[in-house]
């Protein structure tokens, strides 16, 4: 059966337009997350500074809304855009013994689909059951929450209201959800490349079409190319005399002067630096050593968990003689961490004959940490 697309001009009468066909079209311009009806919307408010639902004792005042609401009665029965203005409801008084949970809702009425023998969309204030343990009421029919109210033990005063309505957005806009059950899954009118931000993580989500949501942006979240840490050592350390990677010494850090991700502490392991985002990371040191007349080289060695990896390893041949220092460059090192157990440690190696202390000043041994991209 051929449709009638927007807008068309009527010639002989024809077109003609029903309440059903024009919210059927009106709905390619809404989101679809949340149903899979497809020619549903989103149920919701629409995104604004300040709360929908205030509470004055004894006063609950709806502010003024604009939303989406889809009552899913039939497949076709398409979602309804709203506007309503302030108004209030009157707190029920508390129970005398007995926490409460009340609701307010946005409801519809619409005769021609539900029977009711009314058209018009309102707020309702639903009263729930007190118990010892308060649960909320049943939605009534074609409604969504706006808005929990918590009445304690005889204390209506004391009442606190909770806005948690789901947030309705235009086709292909940024929907915005407080938890991942919000918005999960195909069936529920998710598609491959829809974002989300999800409020819980403060994070910007895409959705790969199958069951994914990944995290592309928001807190916690870096851009390769990123300094994410340098880190110093201000004292001397005493280094074993050894040229083996392995058994050198690992410089304890004692001071940051750049930290974005919290991943050091000068607590029990102050020689580890342990991302807390998973990821590549690209590590930039140099160590200086005082000079001596043992030996010849010195050196520097990368550890992963505490084990050594292919091209770890720096080893200079230097002059030997009493007195200044020598600066130790180490190789440039990317890695992938897994942002939880994994850490990093530098060690300083030499074979003096004794132990030789690192320097302090302009040569003392420092580190950065560069994140260069997910894994």
């Known amino acids: 059966m051929p449709a009638d697309p927007l807008w068309i001009a009527a010639s002989g009468g024809a077109p003609e337009y029903n309440p059903q066909e024009l919210r059927r079209a009106q709905a390619a311009y809404l989101s679809q997350g949340g149903t899979g009806t497809r020619f549903g919307a989103r149920s919701g408010l629409h995104p604004a500074s300040g709360n929908a639902v205030t509470f004055s004792n004894p006063t609950i005042t709806v502010n003024n809304l604009k939303g989406v609401i889809h009552t899913g009665i039939t497949s076709l029965t398409g979602p309804y855009v709203f506007q309503l203005p302030s ?47 308060p649960a909320e009421p049943s939605l009534p029919s074609n409604s969504f929450r706006i808005a929990t109210i918590d009445v304690p033990a005889n204390n209506t005063a004391g009442a606190t209201v909770t806005n948690n309505y789901p ?37 910007l989500e895409v959705h790969d079409g199958a069951s994914t949501w990944e995290t592309i942006a928001g807190a916690g979240i870096l851009a390769p190319g990123t300094v994410v840490a340098v880190l110093r050592r201000s004292t001397a350390v005493s280094l074993t005399n050894t040229t083996s990677g392995a058994s050198s010494t690992a410089i304890p850090w004692n ?21 807390n985002v998973a990821g590549w990371y690209t590590f930039e040191a140099s160590i200086g050593m005082e000079l001596a007349t043992g030996g010849s080289v010195r050196g520097t060695a990368w550890r992963k968990n505490g ?66 991209g997910p894994l």
């Open 87 to 133: 108004h209030t409801h009157a707190i029920v008084a508390a129970h005398a013994s007995l926490p409460r949970k009340d609701l307010i809702v946005v409801r519809v009425w619409d005769d021609d689909e539900d029977s009711s023998g009314l058209r018009q969309l309102d707020t309702e204030y639903v009263t729930g059951t007190a118990a010892a343990s």
């Open 167 to 203: 947030i309705a957005v235009a086709a292909g806009g940024v929907e915005v959800v407080r938890t991942d059950s919000e918005l999960t899954g195909t069936a529920s009118g998710v598609y491959d490349g829809m974002l989300r931000w999800n409020q819980a993580t403060d994070a």
């Open 255 to 275: 001071i940051e002067d750049l930290d974005r991700l919290d991943c050091w502490s000068s607590g029990s392991n102050p020689t580890r630096y342990q991302p």
């Open 307 to 372: 084990a050594a990896f292919d091209g770890n390893l720096s080893r200079y041949a230097v002059s030997t003689w009493a007195s200044g220092f020598v600066v130790i460059p180490a190789q440039t090192v990317t890695v992938n961490l897994n942002g939880s157990t994994d850490y990093m440690e530098l060690a300083g190696l030499q074979d003096s004959g004794a132990a030789l202390n690192t320097e302090t000043g302009a040569g003392a041994p420092r580190m950065s940490v560069t994140y260069a």
